[in-house]
């Protein structure tokens, strides 16, 4: 082939000079201005117009962003993804935005005045059922002192059972055991006092009513009824004097106020069979066998009443006994058979009456009175 022939022959050059020429060439020095030829990649390029939507531009530029770091060369959209950190997540071009994790939700708003109601778990008990009674109620049936003083003195660790001090609220032993108490337990109950008062209309037996007093209140050195070889009145004997029994507030006569358990049980217990009795004033007439019914056959509550014995004293007085004291139940009694109550005394409890002792005034069971 001739150099005629050959259209790139007056490019080419023989091997043997062009090397002489390329080792006396040096290297020409690149100018500030002018971009290196060895980075092609920064060379200007010529802006080319995209002709994608432009959601789709918005998404190829944000991929663009977020890739820090890119090699030379051309790569793919795929390429920078598999550089970046792992769990970091990018939307594709034309996909859907990445997924926000879930926000916690927010607390669910309850109405006022209604409160959380927590159930409590189950608790699981293994073995057998406890035995025996429990050591208050037997302390309270044998008459040594109250339940809430047996829980007292047990607590305090003045209970001895088969000679063993017992110290656990709620032990339960054999109900024949042997129960002891200790010297502080008998000087605490020696304190205890009971109280006889001579009620009058306005005063409530219980807890204050609107417009009412208290008759706890009539106890007071100046209304004391003095007995020879009685205590003297001291004001710490007011702690935990409590009636014995209710006497409503229109109504007067015997109210007795205790501090002693085995008193309290004797008159209100469940098991008390403790007499009242009561002079009654009423108006009205009775209906036919209205004496009967108030003996036996009236019911209160939905509850028949225990037998009562009543006899009526003249045309406006009835003489009652009863072993029961439900709220205004003689009152309540007496409207059933066509009567009303004007006036009601309490002249006895159990064997202490009334007596010759003033109203409003008060004196000391004394230690030769018993219930």
Sequence with gaps: MTQADDPWAKWRQPADKAAPAAEKAEPPVPEKSAPARARPAKAPERPVVDKRPADERAAD???????KTKPAGTLGVKAGLRSEAPGKRTPLRGGSPVRKPMAAAAPVERPAGRPVKKVAAPVERSGPPPTGTRLSKVMSERGMCSRREADLWIERGWVFVNGEQVSELG????????????TEAKKDQAKAVTILLHKPVGYVSGQPEPGCIPAVTLITAENQVPQSGGPEFKPWMLRGLAPAGRLDVDSTGLLVLTSDGR???RLIGEDSDAEKEYLVRV????IKGGLELLRHGLELDGKPLKPAWVKQ???DQLHFILKEGKKRQIRRMCELVGLKVVGLKRVRIGRIRLGDLPMGQWRFLRADEAF
């Excluded at 108006?283 to 009775?286: H, P, R, V």
Aim: net charge negative.
């Design 313 to 315: 004293l003249n045309e």
């Design 283 to 286: 108006s009205g007439e009775m």
């Design 263 to 265: 008193v309290a049980k």
């Design 61 to 67: 530029l944000e991929v663009k962003a977020e890739v």
């Design 171 to 182: 032990s339960r032993i054999d109900p024949d055991a042997r129960i002891e108490v200790s």
